[in-house]
């Protein structure tokens, strides 16, 4: 009996390495072209997020002196001025005024201060309606707020972020002892 053995043509053999090949190659594309669709959304996320976040958030005197944003949604930082906070419990309504700080400052509770004992800086009517009274919204507490400003010059606010630096400043130990 005469053993058949099949061997394959060196035409053969090319054809299939070079098949091999192909698969290989589009399989890299699909590879860096997914890379590069990644790489793509993520550079649009880092740019529009820069954009979004270049100004957190203005200044009272920036608000008051642009009429281009009456009826925009802003947000909004400020001191409180506390003898003026008036609260309504039976319809939520809340209103105080904010006043101007400064954008740079190395001291908040001086700056907040300093800004709420100066009658001439800027202040601003702030309005908010369906609410509760806040346990931190005190006298030259930091207001954050996030709203619109109305036609009539008030400031209709949605969000409301306290920040009271007197509150979180560190006490002695013996002050903490006498608390407890």
């Not at 740079?104 to 202040?123: C, F, G, I, K, M």
């Not at 207001?143 to 979180?168: Q, V, W």
Request: with cysteine.
């Amino acid at each position: 009996m005469t053993e058949m053995t099949w061997e394959k043509s060196p035409a053969q053999e090319k054809n299939k390495i070079e098949e091999k090949l192909k698969r290989r190659k589009s399989e890299r594309l699909k590879f860096i072209i997914g890379g590069l669709l990644i790489l793509g959304a993520v550079g649009y996320l880092i740019f529009s997020s820069t954009l979004g976040g270049a100004s957190y958030f203005k200044m009272v005197d920036e608000v008051v002196n642009n009429s281009n944003l009456v009826g925009q949604s802003i947000r909004l930082t400020g001191a409180v001025l506390g003898d003026t906070i008036e609260y309504d419990a039976t319809t939520g309504t809340l209103s105080f005024i904010v006043v101007h700080i400064p954008s740079d400052y190395e001291n908040l509770a001086e700056t907040l201060h300093e800004a709420v004992t100066d009658p001439s800086r800027t202040q601003l009517v702030v309005q908010m309606e369906d609410t509760t009274m806040p346990d931190l919204l005190q006298h030259e507490a930091q207001a954050i707020l996030t709203g619109e400003i109305g036609e009539d010059g008030i400031f209709y606010g949605t969000e409301l972020n306290l920040k009271c630096p007197s509150r979180f400043e560190e006490q002695a130990p013996e002050q903490l002892a006498s608390q407890e």
